[in-house]
């Protein structure tokens, strides 16, 4: 059975480019270079890529990338845009629960919600995240974004399950389970054929704790924590209640 993320990045690489959460690539890509102290040699691993926007820019600036992807038309929309730049860059075809590398790369990155934690169980996202480790050299590091627990915590829950609209998705009958930690809603997509399509979707929220436990788990020796803000990550940003996502790094 198809899942909701599959069918959502069925036919959607132009929409998705144009989407206003994905435009801060310029920015996060500071960061990135920075936290690796600009070391053009390292190897990179982007997991859940989509259209290829922080491996191409990585690559402009003279960093080797691995980009993985589970969709098609996402992975053959990165490949157009690095063709047309006349870059070279490694797009492959994985489930990031299912990764063949192991002590390959130096960095993982895995931003704007890529694989992690769309997944239907909370071992789904537990795999992506031991499947990333697992390709991770020692010492090594993994970057992420995910959805940050406090937020719905702290916000009213009408406030928080209100219709909302946001570039070309339309959300929906929101319902937040405080049990599972989990957001259920409905969202209108048109393709980029122009088809509407309904997406019932379903996300897991992390509080830090979770995240810094199952990483610890997986042999991450120092994990730092902050808010995520769009094309600005920076470790000066506390993570709060008011933080959509938090910035995940995690050292082996």
Known sequence: MEQWY????????????????????????????????????LKIIDIGCGTGRHSIELTKRGYGVTGIDLSDSMLDRAKEKAKSLNLQIDFQKHDARKLPFRNEFDLAIMLCEGSFPLMETDEMNYGILKNAAVSLKTPGKFIFTTLNGLFPLFHSVKEFCKPKEEGNTICKNNTFNLMTFRDHNTAEIEDDAGKKRIIKS???????????????????????????????????????????????????
Do not use: H
């Open 202 to 252: 379903n996300e897991r929220y992390y509080v830090p704790s979770e995240i810094a436990w199952l990483l610890k788990t997986l042999s991450f020796r120092k994990i730092d924590i902050y808010g995520a803000k769009l094309g600005a990550f920076s470790r000066n940003d506390e993570l709060t209640t008011d933080d959509f996502e938090m910035l995940v790094i995690a050292q082996k």
């Open 6 to 41: 599959e069918t959502l990045f069925e036919n959607y690489a132009q929409k998705y480019d144009k989407e206003c959460y994905v435009q801060g690539t310029a920015g996060e890509c500071d960061f990135i270079e920075k936290e690796i102290n600009f070391d053009k040699s």
